[in-house]
């Protein structure tokens, strides 16, 4: 079991590293248009994207913790 959460910690730390691929082209597209409004409508979109994600699993672990507790 240790050795799984290991693999699991390093790959979460390695993913950042990938995806800051693509924000860095997808930012530098932006960039090149005068307004800006694309842009903070993309930056908002990826915001709101990642936060659902995040709430679910939090859910998820609240309602697990909330069940293990009792």
Do not use: H, W
Not at 10 to 33: D, G, I, K, N, Y
């Amino acid at each position: 079991m240790r050795k799984v959460v290991v693999v699991l910690v390093v790959l979460f730390l390695l993913v950042p590293q990938f995806s800051e691929a693509q924000c860095a082209m997808c930012r530098a597209v932006l960039e090149t248009e005068e307004a800006g409004d694309a842009a903070k409508g993309i930056n908002n979109g990826i915001v709101y994207l990642m936060a659902i994600p995040y709430l679910l699993v939090g859910g998820l672990f609240f309602f697990i913790y909330r069940k293990m507790r009792t």
